[in-house]
């Protein structure tokens, strides 16, 4: 007869720990009651990765030859990945109708390209969104070339984007329009045309990694939503700096609109575009 081995049970010093790590790598932060829920994350870790227990898992991630490739993994579970087409139409129309309008008017910061970034780009729902609009808008007609980057620390979600194919529920607040232009049915799934999935270029990032950060440039518009929640007062400053530098003069950045700047950043103005108050590099 089988003995089911016991759980393993995450002491207190050892979610101090993993926390901490977690945080260094990712800037997210596990609060002292959300210790339920790093336990329950990482108990498929352990089997996977045959650690009898937290303690043994921590020493892996810390000091095994493999732990890179665990980091990817870990990525992956202590990561929340909720998203849809068309999430928050009010700022959507804002980027459409204030934003995007201005720019057909006066132009990009530099280039012949209109630059768009979405930051947490998670299963691809953000960034598919702001091509399929900003085609909408006749950017390509004005003679603007798009180019939307799409990054994400989940690789999992990296490649669930690349794929472009949804369910129902992702893409349930699509207007009708969209979705006969822009999706093609397969079965009971819906997939991103590819006239739309070859505008946008899909790369891993972190976003507390300044190194690679600071590679991206020449951004007209970043959109950074609901991922700043997860992070700490200096993470967030420390992301937000980055986001800032890689902004054009007088570019726009969208964050979710339950997040905010304030105590973050001075360094944007907030503006009222459509109604709704987005932040501009100044
Ligand atoms: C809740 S989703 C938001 C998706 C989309 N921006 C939206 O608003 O619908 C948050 C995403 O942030 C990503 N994320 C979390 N920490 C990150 C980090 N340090 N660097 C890059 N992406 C991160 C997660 O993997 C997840 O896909």
New binding site residues.
């Given amino acids: 007869m089988d003995v089911a081995a016991p759980k393993a049970v995450l002491s207190q010093e050892t979610f101090g720990q993993l926390r901490d790590l977690i945080y260094e790598r990712?800037?997210?932060r596990f609060a002292d009651n959300k210790k339920y829920l790093l336990e329950s994350r990482l108990t498929r870790r352990l089997e996977e990765r045959n650690c009898p227990d937290f303690e043994a898992y921590y020493h892996f991630l810390k000091y095994d030859p493999e732990r890179e490739r665990e980091m990817t993994a870990l990525y992956n579970v202590v990561?929340?990945?909720?998203?849809?087409f068309f999430?928050d139409m009010p700022q959507l129309s804002a980027f459409a109708e204030g934003v995007l309008a201005e720019i057909l008017r006066n132009g990009t910061g530099a280039s012949r390209a209109l630059k768009l970034w979405?930051a947490?780009?998670?299963t691809g729902?953000?960034p598919y969104t702001l091509a399929m609009m900003a085609v909408e808008k006749g950017i390509a007609s004005r003679g603007l070339r798009l180019e939307v980057l799409a990054?994400?620390?989940?690789e999992m979600?990296l490649k669930s984007a690349q794929r472009g194919l949804y369910g129902e529920y992702a893409i349930r607040n699509t207007p009708d329009q969209y979705l006969k232009k822009y999706f093609a049915q397969e079965g009971s799934s819906y997939a991103v045309r590819p006239e739309v999935r070859d505008l946008v270029r899909f790369q891993h990032?972190?976003?507390?990694d300044p190194s690679r950060m600071k590679l991206v440039r020449g951004m007209d518009v970043v959109?950074c939503?609901?991922?700043l929640i997860?992070f700490d007062e200096a993470a967030k400053k420390k992301v937000v700096a980055s986001l800032y530098d890689s902004l054009n003069p007088k570019g726009y950045l969208f964050i979710?609109h339950s997040e905010s700047l304030h105590t973050i950043s001075r360094a944007f103005k907030l503006v009222t575009v459509n109604k709704m108050l987005v932040y501009q590099k100044a």
Avoid: P
């Avoid at 990561?79 to 849809?84: I, K, L, M, V």
């Fill in positions: 990712t800037g997210i990561t929340t990945n909720e998203t849809s999430r979405s947490a780009c998670s729902e953000e990054t994400d620390i989940s979600v990032m972190n976003l507390v959109f939503r609901n991922v997860y979710g």
